[in-house]
């Protein structure tokens, strides 16, 4: 009977966590559809968000791309068709690991600092004080950070992608011998726009996303530092299982 | 203009108000004491809404805050100004910016309105010459002086201080009351302090009123209370170890 009472009362406990997370995403779409809207903050959050992920965005795309394009021709050419490397790393890329890594990558650079920011703010109560002023918190703090991600992230997959495909070339092509058209001739033949709209897509569906979860774990960080650093930890970790669960959805839905 | 009443609050099941209530007529300051960790910071955030009881009322102008929403309580709101026990500062703002901040998002001012207003009020806390500095950049006391700076800076009608002088030295925490008490004159506010300088904020409220135990034991004059035969109100401004608390 204990039992039974302690997982109930944990499943409330779940379910209302779950609904409070759900009512703060929809306040701030909401507020994020309406007028006052806060620019300069939403440029501000875009030179956190994109500009300053680029290289940490470069380089994992560069090494990944290379990677595919060394594992890949390996593959292919047991079975005589290391001619199919452009479009193995492209597809690869494009549909699944341009959009997921990016996303994982802005969450461990710039999402766990927004929730440290964020949650700093809370505990030094200058959440409180911008409520005082008679500003909407949600609206002053959270949906410029959730815009930035919606607009940052399809660009940083964007960059990866490419620079992943010229990784992959670098090692397929220059390394490995396989002709720049070859490469990229058959990577036209295979790429669809279905394969660009899908990863544009999924890019789009983890800006929110990243945004939503790190934003709401500063926003409801416990108390002092232990609360923030505890508030960080679960930003990363949810965030990050919930992009690699989301993607398999929208794979499943899209492709 | 502010009634408290019968405000009950837990947290995790801690019991932290029990029935506080207590009222402040306009133009008056209260001085609210009582024990750390009692709950005065709570009644404080309660009174501007940022708290919501588990029971009870807050009405300002007759107004109950809690049932406000929107932008009725964004308009009252606009009324408070709020000194945080910690100054509240936005860290990534100068000293200019933080005091402007307010008047930046809530009013149509022109940006020399505003550079006018601004200089002028951190001169009056004695800031003047500050106003490039990061909150990172300046003294405790510097940071309560520009956060009482930012907290004037729209001529509130109520304002409710959380422990002013925390953490200053005897000099500055006097400044600190002085500057409050020189505003107040100028400004005519309704306002609440929660402080342990008792001998220096008696000099500047007009009624206390003691916490102890989620409940208002008491509300008198200062004069009052210094003389007071209660146990707990006796102990508590004579700070003598033995006793209730």
Wanted: charged share 20%; glycine share 12%.
């Amino acid at each position: 009977m204990v039992l039974v009472r302690k997982l109930g009362a944990v499943s409330l406990l779940g379910i209302r966590r779950i609904g409070r997370m759900g009512l703060f995403l929809a306040k701030a779409l909401v507020y994020a559809s309406t007028p006052p809207m806060k620019f300069s903050q939403v440029i501000r959050q875009l030179h956190f968000i994109g500009l300053q992920s680029t290289l940490v965005i470069f380089l994992t795309g560069a090494f990944t791309g290379m990677v595919l394009g060394l594992q890949g021709y390996y593959t292919l050419n047991r079975f005589g068709s290391a001619a199919l490397l452009g479009p193995m790393v492209a597809l690869s890329l494009i549909r699944e690991l341009g959009p997921v890594l990016s996303a994982l990558m802005v969450t461990g650079r710039a999402g766990s600092a927004m929730t440290a920011e964020i949650g700093i703010m809370r505990i030094s109560e200058q959440i409180d004080a911008i409520e005082l002023m008679g500003l909407n918190p949600i609206r002053y703090l959270i949906v410029p950070r959730l815009l930035a991600g919606l607009i940052a992230l399809p660009l940083a997959t964007a960059i990866f992608d490419v620079v992943g495909i010229f990784g992959g070339y670098l090692v397929g092509g220059k390394l490995l011998g396989i002709g720049k058209g070859t490469y990229f001739g058959e990577m036209a033949n295979y790429v669809d726009m279905k394969d660009i709209l899908g990863g544009i897509y999924k890019s789009l569906s983890f800006g929110v996303l990243i945004s939503w979860i790190c934003s709401y774990k500063g926003y409801y960080a416990g108390f002092g530092a232990e609360g923030v650093s505890k508030a960080t930890t679960q930003a990363v970790v949810l965030s990050s299982v919930l992009i690699l669960f989301w993607d398999y959805i929208m794979t499943s839905a899209i492709f | 203009m502010i009634k408290v009443e019968d405000l009950h609050k837990s947290f995790d099941g801690l019991e932290v108000l029990r029935g506080t209530s207590f009222e402040v007529a306009k133009g008056e300051i209260l001085a609210l004491i009582g024990g750390s960790g009692h709950g005065k910071s709570v009644i404080l955030k309660h009174v501007t809404g940022l708290i919501k009881p588990d029971r009870g009322h807050v009405y300002i102008d007759g107004k109950e805050i809690f049932r406000l929403r929107g932008d009725d309580l964004e308009q009252l709101r606009s009324r408070f100004g709020f000194l945080f026990q910690g100054g509240a500062l936005f860290s990534s703002l100068t000293v200019f910016d933080n005091v402007a901040f307010p008047l930046r998002e809530k009013t149509k001012w022109s940006e020399h309105e505003i550079k006018e207003r601004v200089l002028a009020v951190l001169d009056h806390v004695g800031l003047g010459g500050a106003e490039d500095k990061y909150p990172a950049q300046i003294s405790g006391g510097m940071i309560k002086r520009t956060a009482l700076a930012r907290s004037l800076v729209r001529n509130p009608e109520i304002m409710l201080f959380d422990e002013p002088t925390t953490g200053l030295d005897p000099v500055m925490a006097h400044t600190i009351l002085d500057l409050i008490k020189s505003i107040h004159k100028n400004l005519g506010f309704t306002g609440i302090i929660v402080s342990h300088e008792l001998t220096r904020v008696f000099q500047i409220v007009q009624k206390v009123a003691m916490l102890h135990e989620g409940r208002i034991l008491t509300v008198e004059s200062p004069e009052g209370i210094l003389s007071s035969r209660d146990p707990v109100v006796h102990q508590f401004v004579t700070g003598s170890i033995e006793g209730p608390i």
